[in-house]
């Protein structure tokens, strides 16, 4: 019963198997291999557009590195207050963005909403010599919060950022589960929108260790070759992440992953909601966040549940926490298995 995180899970049988085949003899090093080759011209089909493609290990470097590719280290970066940029990643941003700047806005459910984020660009002060500038605007797709971003949300977010000369960039360590999810396109839910930059992440969706950055506009990948290997993330055997990637995306692997783990976030959410517990955001991937009273709580850690404990300073108002009570974070993962929900469903009930 580990639903502590979709980091937790294991490998996706099909990555390991391509891991292990491209250990077959040798090859070139540092991304001038086939396998990266044949990776880049896959992803410039999937999504329908010429793309700058640069393979990392971690998420927080597909972050870090994205961010600093396009914002000055005089910039600013509007991001969700509670997202993982601005409060998981170490200051990963701020040191690779040589001293750029993370700004926090509030919104319900991981989300910025449109007319927050045009307060924030028209209240200033921006500019000159004395303030930073609006660089960038980040959003997490799928949210801290399991809540997804609609491609007409993003369209929106993206013009009002465009519009003050701000970039913007999606972080996509769940990407899949909210492609799965919306059931569109990869071009639909990222550059027809607006995005200009995006971390793709495969590591929670199935992989060992395999992110991207993929970039739309051809005239921000300058410098970005020599920004990745001066930050130490040119990995030399880049084949093998390589690897990983192009088995995540074969044959609609990645939102098949996904969509499993979503169905899983799914049964969860409803076996919790029919035990009378209180779920506080829509379940639009593959996380829920669920109020238990602390008994229960205990209960199920002592027949051997993991999940994490939660704070967040953006509650609905619909949704309250007591004092004899916890709020929790429960993630499905690919591996996630029905027996795995049902057992746990199974400790509630027997209260």
Request: hydrophobic share 50%; aromatic share 6%; net charge negative.
């Amino acid at each position: 019963m580990n639903f502590e995180s979709d980091n937790a899970a294991g490998i996706a049988p099909a990555i390991l198997d391509a891991i292990v085949r491209a250990n077959d003899g040798f090859a070139r090093s540092y991304g001038e291999d086939a396998v990266t080759a044949h990776l880049k011209a896959h992803l410039a089909q999937l999504f329908e557009h010429e793309v700058g493609v640069y393979l990392v290990a971690t998420g927080t470097a597909a972050n870090a590195l994205a961010l600093a590719q396009i914002a000055p280290p005089w910039g600013a970066v509007l991001c969700h207050e509670e997202c993982h940029l601005a409060v998981d990643e170490c200051g990963a941003p701020e040191f690779f963005g040589a001293g750029l700047k993370l700004i926090g806005l509030p919104g319900e459910g991981g989300k910025i909403a449109a007319p927050t984020l045009a307060a924030a660009l028209q209240r200033g002060p921006w500019g000159g010599p004395h303030h930073v500038t609006a660089a960038v605007v980040s959003l997490t797709q799928a949210t801290e919060f399991g809540t997804i971003y609609r491609p007409e949300e993003i369209r929106e977010l993206a013009a009002i950022a465009h519009a003050h000369g701000a970039k913007v960039h999606v972080d996509g360590a769940r990407f899949a589960n909210a492609l799965a999810r919306l059931n569109r396109s990869a071009a639909a839910v990222s550059w027809q929108c607006g995005v200009d930059i995006l971390s793709l992440g495969a590591t929670k969706g199935g992989a060992m260790g395999a992110e991207a950055v993929i970039v739309f506009d051809p005239t921000l990948t300058l410098g970005l070759d020599e920004r990745r290997k001066r930050a130490g993330h040119l990995i030399s055997k880049h084949r093998f992440v390589a690897a990983q990637l192009e088995a995540y995306l074969a044959d609609d692997l990645w939102l098949e992953l996904a969509r499993a783990a979503n169905r899983m976030a799914d049964r969860l959410a409803a076996a919790l909601a029919d035990a009378g517990l209180t779920v506080v955001w829509p379940v639009e991937a593959n996380e829920i966040f669920v109020v238990l009273p602390r008994r229960l709580d205990q209960r199920l850690r002592a027949a051997g549940a993991r999940y994490f404990a939660w704070t967040t300073k953006n509650l609905p108002t619909r949704a309250c926490v007591a004092d004899d009570e916890v709020l929790v974070r429960l993630v499905a993962s690919f591996a996630t298995r029905s027996a795995d929900v049902d057992k746990l469903v199974a400790v509630i009930r027997a209260g």
